[in-house]
């Protein structure tokens, strides 16, 4: 059992029900609740099932989170079959049995807007709670903030970031640029100090490369180190027609505006036009940001320019978005 601590805000918990409780809000992960449960169990009763603890842990917020995303299918099942492994390592460790260590460490392909931030973000969250992770928190980086201006100084700057990281999740974005200078470029100098830290450091943060597939693709191919180093591969594909309406509804809604009649159809024939182009913001999400965002000021206008004779905007006038709001041929 733990060490019982002198501060009652670290006390190991008195009853079966305040070890669920801990477990559900993510203040002791499911090894420990194990033990704990194991402890407070009488000697008449069995031990906890992996059903009852697994069925408790995985009802925490963070996949709550990642259900209420759009689209994304096949990495949700990734999400939960990673968070499945782990926690029932923990469990055949806490029951005497021979556990298998994963790396942890991911390659996150698929273009800017696609939820690559948002999931690195959720599985600190999952993995903190399931203790693979102490602080499971997320530094994000890209290529200026790794490489240095001379030799010596692009490595002090990455043990710098992977410090920043522990306990967490380093998220290394466009990290196909750190190869883009060639052999000679310090770029190297900062993939070479990440590998070094996946090992002299393991277990104590998960790296997350990311960036465009077809970039991402070359860059694990020119360095063997990496790919052997790197267990899970997470695609993003663009979002579809479908699903960037229904980010639209989603985002409109959290900020308390919704879209007049037919609207929705106006859109996602948009949508549908633009999959399959070049433009360089078809089928992500951040093209639904700036769409609405200029939907907004379009309409702030039109309010605005109500005769002044006129009753103030109503309540409904205030939330509605109407298609010439959005201006779709404009874009």
């Known amino acids: ?61 963070a996949l709550q989170e990642l259900d209420a995303l759009v689209g994304l299918v096949q990495v949700k099942a990734m999400v939960r079959e990673i968070q499945a492994f782990v926690q029932i390592q923990n469990l055949r460790q806490a029951a005497g049995l021979k556990s298998e260590a994963q790396m942890m460490h991911m390659v996150f392909k698929g273009p800017p807007g ?50 920043r990281a522990l306990g967490g999740i380093l998220f290394v974005d466009e990290a196909y640029s750190l190869a883009r200078g060639g052999a000679k ?26 960036g465009y597939p077809r970039e991402m693709n070359a860059f694990i191919d020119i360095n063997p180190g990496l790919r052997s180093r790197f267990s899970t591969i997470l695609d993003f594909p663009d979002y579809s ?21 037919d609207v929705e159809t106006e859109l996602e024939r948009y949508f549908e036009k633009l999959e399959g182009t070049q433009h360089p913001h078809a089928g992500n999400a951040r093209m639904v940001r700036n769409l609405i965002e200029h939907a907004m000021r379009r309409q702030a206008l039109r309010l605005t320019r109500l005769p002044k004779t006129s009753q103030p905007p109503s309540r409904e006038a205030l939330m509605e978005l109407r298609g010439s709001d959005f201006q779709l041929s404009s874009w």
């Open 241 to 261: 027609p479908g699903e960037l309406v229904a980010i639209v509804r989603y985002q409109l809604r959290e900020r308390q505006y919704h879209l007049a009649r």
């Open 114 to 163: 696609t939820g690559k931030t948002t999931v690195a973000r959720i599985l600190g969250k999952v993995f903190r709670t399931s203790e693979v992770l102490s602080k499971g928190h997320l530094v994000e980086v890209e290529r200026a903030d790794l490489v240095g201006e001379y030799i010596g100084h692009t490595a002090q700057k990455t043990r710098e970031a992977i410090r």
């Open 1 to 61: 059992m733990p060490e019982l601590v002198k501060n009652d805000e670290d006390r190991a918990p008195r009853s079966r029900q305040e070890v669920l409780y801990w477990l559900e809000g993510g203040r002791i992960g499911g090894q420990s609740a194990v033990r704990y449960l194991q402890q407070l169990t009488p000697a008449s009763k069995p031990s906890p099932t992996v059903g009852e603890v697994v069925r408790s842990e995985v009802d925490d917020g």
């Open 185 to 210: 470029d310090f770029g190297k100098e900062a993939i070479d100090t990440l590998v070094k830290a996946m090992e002299d450091q393991k277990g104590q943060f998960i790296l997350i490369l990311a």
